[in-house]
């Protein structure tokens, strides 16, 4: 064998036996709650700490520029939560002359930073994480059985409903009079009802497949994962360096 392939086999072994489902989520979890914790004003804090997930991005993603895209989708939804602390917060807070910038404009900033953190956290822990490894870690943590199996059969048709989303839309560009082929409003209910049938077929099609190969919604006791002396370890590590972003932000940016 070679001495690549040797190296690459240890790491993997390594990070597969520390790196295990229940660390993953834990992880996910506790960079959420910290990073919802910054202070509505506090830009430069939250986007060093936002520096976190983005670093996970570029280690584990193949396609980093498309992972970049799929986190700010979490933007637009903040944005609209937002909008209101333009109005409701009009005092200046940053003078620089010609151009000054208000305390809802600030506020609105670290909002979406927020919402972008999170979600890029989230997209990097399902690039490290599959779906059987995200019901084996919710087992273990205690949630049950049901949750666990719904949580990872929505991840695994997420991608199903893209794809035949995709599909109503090309079918609709392809038959459509106008040049450029996008939807108009007024045909979006149609395109969603559309979407809604096929969805359902499909997910028909999907179980009976799977109640034909023999699928019971349990959680075997093989498959429960265990929380480990290691996974402990990295958490409270983790948890110091998240504690450190959050302390010395306050410190270093008043």
């Not at 936002?50 to 970049?68: G, M, N, R, T």
């Not at 023999?214 to 958490?235: H, L, M, W, Y």
Request: net charge positive.
């Amino acid at each position: 064998m070679p001495r690549n392939s040797i190296l690459t086999s240890g790491t993997g072994a390594a990070r597969r036996k520390i790196f295990t489902p229940t660390l993953k989520i834990l992880l996910a979890f506790i960079y959420v709650c910290f990073a919802v914790s910054f202070p509505k004003y506090d830009m430069a804090g939250i986007m060093m700490f936002a520096s976190l997930p983005l670093a996970a991005l570029i280690a584990s993603s193949k396609d980093i520029f498309k992972s970049l895209k799929n986190s700010l989708a979490a933007v637009p939804i903040a944005l609209v939560i937002g909008a209101a602390n333009l109005w409701f917060e009009r005092a200046t807070m940053l003078d620089f002359g010609i151009v000054k910038i208000s305390a809802g404009e600030i506020s609105l900033a670290v909002l979406c930073a927020k919402a972008w953190a999170c979600a890029a956290a989230a997209v990097a822990f399902s690039q490290c994480a599959s779906e059987s490894e995200m019901a084996k870690g919710l087992v273990a943590l205690k949630i049950p059985c049901p949750i666990a199996l719904q949580i990872s059969l929505t991840m695994r048709y997420i991608p199903i409903i893209a794809e035949q989303a995709r599909q109503v839309l090309r079918a609709y560009s392809l038959r459509s009079a106008h040049a450029s082929g996008a939807a108009k409003i007024t045909d979006w209910p149609k395109l969603a009802g559309s979407l809604l049938l096929r969805s359902l077929d499909r997910a028909s099609n999907i179980y009976s497949a799977m109640r034909a190969r023999g699928f019971e919604a349990k959680c075997s006791q093989t498959t429960r994962g265990k929380i480990t002396p290691a996974d402990i370890v990295f958490s409270a590590l983790f948890v110091c360096v998240c504690a450190a972003f959050r302390i010395l932000s306050g410190e270093i940016f008043v």
